[in-house]
Structure formats: C-alpha cells, structure tokens
C-alpha cells in the first residue's frame, strides 16, 4: 500500500503518484509551500511585511480568470474544484469519478494563470470580509485564535487568523497578489498529488510538461520568525453567550535536536499514552466530572511554533490545567511502561494505515506532510521505528507554563 506510492521529479516538480485500485473517486492536488505564516518575505533583496491574510486572499483570486469560468469548466467534466489555505500551504484540488486526465489538464491551467485587477480585487473584499466575520462568529475558531494570541508574542503570524483581519485585507493589491504569485507559485515550491485508480502515468506526466507554466524557481525567501519574548499574559476570555465554557489550554514545545517527523510522532504518542481515553488521568477526571468525550488533544508544528493543545468543554478549565502539570511531572519522573508505549504505538500506526481507506485522508495527508518537509513514506517509516527512549526523552520538552483561553 505505502509501497506502492510512487515519488518522481518532473521538470524541477515533485510528483506524488498514489495508486488506489477499485477506488471509484479519483482527487489530483497541487499543494505550494506558501501559507498563512508566510507574512515576512524577501524579494529582491528588499525585506517586505505582507498584510496578514495575504495567502488567503491569493488563494481566492487563482479562481479569477480574464476568459472564463473555472467552475463551469470542471462541472462540465464531472470534477469537483476547491482550494484552501492553512498556517503552512494553500492547496488547490478536485474530486471527480470520470474524465480525470481532463480535469487534471484544467487543474495544472488553473494555478499556470493569473489575472489581478483592481476592480477584481477590490470586489473579492467584500467576500473575504463575509468570511472574516463567520469565523468570529465560531467558537472553536475564535478560541484557538485567541490562545495564539497569548501563547506567542504578537508579531510572530501564527497569531494571525488565516483569513487575517478586515484592516489587513483592505491593504492588498493587484501588485502585491502578483509580486506572491510568481515569487511562491513556482515549480520546486510545490507538490502535485494524483489518487485513485489511475494508471496511465506518463500521461500524467506528459500534462505536468505541457500545462504547469509557473516559474521554475522559487526567488522569494520566507523568513522564520524567532521568539525572543514570553507573552505576560497567561490568559484569555471571550463571551459569545454559549452554555458551556469552550477551552483551549496550550504549553510549548521547544525541542530542536530532532527531525520534524519525529518530533510530531513522538509527541503525538506521548499525548495518548497519558492523556488518551485509556489512560488514568482521562479516567480519573471524567469520573470526576471534571472533563467529558468533548476532551481532546494535539500537538502542532508550525515551523519554530510548537505547541501541546488540550480542548474540550467544561466550567472549570483552570482545574484541568493543575491537573496536565501534576500527569507530566509524575511521567517525567519515572519511566513509560514498555507494554504502554508499544500499545500505543501499535495503535497509532493502525490509524495511520486506516487512513488510506479514504481518498481524501491520504492526498490532505500528503500535502500536509510536504508542507513540512517530509512525505508519507518518510512518516511511516519513523513511526514504525520510533523507540521508548526517544519518547521519554522527548517529554522533557513539555514546558509546564499553561496558556488558557476561554469562551463563556
């Protein structure tokens, strides 16, 4: 199955070919390394603050085309079209059980194009206001938002809704969308994905050839922000009238010594061992009523922004948080079982194999993991191979400073 995924480098693009016998939906994705973090650039020597938001708003205007209508085109073909943007990358995709070579020919046309004017862009501001304001009006999204907010120091983008602010949108322009577009829209900035029962491969790759007409090189550099400075604040309220407090509680990971694909697994891992449904502390609080199923958990990697999120509903929240410090410090102390760590590993690795039972899972996967520097093949392999003491040692990192947000 992971085997079968093959990797090929096609005129400076990497191709990710994924075979699915006997699937009937077939998704092709191609996924640029350019995200909503992606806010402090250089472009010709010069150091430039884009408004926040901008990835976002480029990811709309690719839709914008000067002859035609790109979701006509695809719905005559039977496909599907859609794009999103997240801290890392913005992803332009289809689905489509038929006609998949055509609709992959239209997929490759519609980010080798772009078309910005003044009067476009101006109108798309109105739309993405929309947008803006339906997130704030979402708890779960305002709560996550507002937990950066207070875990980062303000200028880090991670603070930044992906969407950006109403003020930061109307700072954008034609020049602006096209000074990104062809400085991040290039060929070895990007990954193209093909999934399903496809087999025709060089004529995959013939359509690589003739239709990706972006820019070969990548000529803009994307400067990593670094945290000099702790935020004082600790915590964050915000009342939306719901009936129940929405919590995320958030503490920081500072590891450096190892791959990006290790620090996600074995982080991941040490997350479910002690926080997971079979364990103590899960069973503890819920029997307590401190916590109930809404209680949840990941670690996230954002670049140098690494961070453990705790989520859920409850009316004392602050509780829990005495209660994660007191489990890791218990851990910290003594060793992991043997028998715990490999149940989980066991478990983990089952999920990630359950995942390529659906198409959808294994392109976003993909696509998630090239944004971050690795492939599938190279998570699996980690996975499969992770051991006891790199877990243990990678708890070490696991800061007990808590950061709470909080929506009433």
């Keep these: 199955m992971i085997d079968n995924i093959i990797y090929e480098n096609i005129n400076g693009t990497t191709l990710a070919f994924i075979p699915k016998k006997h699937f009937m939906q077939k998704q092709a994705m191609i996924c640029f390394k350019y995200g909503a973090i992606h806010n402090n650039v250089i472009i010709d020597k010069e150091n430039i603050n884009l408004p926040p938001g901008i990835a976002h708003f ?20 039977g496909g599907n079209v859609n794009a999103y943007t997240n801290f890392l990358s913005t992803a332009y995709y289809f689905n489509c059980v038929d ?16 078309h910005f004017t003044k009067e476009n862009v101006e109108k798309e501001k109105g739309i993405i206001e929309q947008e803006i304001k339906m997130y704030d009006d979402d708890p779960y999204w305002r709560v996550f938002f507002n937990l950066m907010s207070i875990m980062y120091n303000k200028n880090n983008p991670i603070t930044n809704d992906i969407a950006g602010k109403v003020e930061d949108i109307k700072k954008i322009d034609e020049n602006m969308l096209l000074n990104c577009y062809e400085n991040f829209y290039t060929k070895d900035n990007c990954i193209i994905i093909c999934c399903g029962d496809i087999e025709d491969r060089e004529k995959i790759e013939n359509s690589i050839l003739k239709n990706l ?17 702790k935020n004082s604040s600790k915590y964050v309220e915000k009342n939306m009238k719901i009936n129940k407090k929405i919590f995320n509680i958030g503490f920081k990971n500072l590891q450096k010594d190892v791959t990006i694909f290790d620090k996600i697994i074995c982080n991941k891992i040490i997350l479910d061992i002690i926080f997971g449904k079979s364990s103590l502390f899960y069973e503890k609080l819920y029997n307590k009523g401190i916590i109930d199923d809404t209680f949840g958990f990941d670690f996230n ?8 999120i705790f989520s859920g509903m409850c009316q004392c929240p602050e509780k829990i948080i005495s209660y994660i410090n007191e489990e890791i410090n218990l851990f910290k102390n003594k060793n ?15 999920s990630f194999i359950r995942k390529f039972n659906v198409i959808d899972n294994i392109v976003s996967i993909e696509a998630e993991y090239f944004s971050n520097g690795f492939n599938i093949k190279d998570y699996y392999k980690a996975l499969t191979n992770v051991k006891l003491e790199d877990i243990q040692k990678a708890l070490n990192y696991f800061e007990n400073d808590a950061y709470l947000s909080v929506i009433n």
Excluded: C, P, Q, W
């Design 213 to 229: 007409t972006i820019k070969d090189k990548k000529t803009g550099i994307i400067e990593k922000y670094k945290e000099n400075d």
């Design 58 to 77: 480029l990811e709309h205007k690719m839709f914008e085309k000067k002859d035609y209508n790109v979701f006509d085109v695809f719905s005559k073909l």
């Design 99 to 114: 006609n998949f070579y055509e609709n992959f020919n239209e997929l490759l046309k519609l980010v080798s194009f772009s």
């Design 301 to 308: 990697n954002f670049n140098e922004s690494a961070s453990y």
């Design 336 to 350: 992991i079982l043997k028998e715990d760590f490999e149940r989980i590993k066991n478990k983990h690795i089952g």
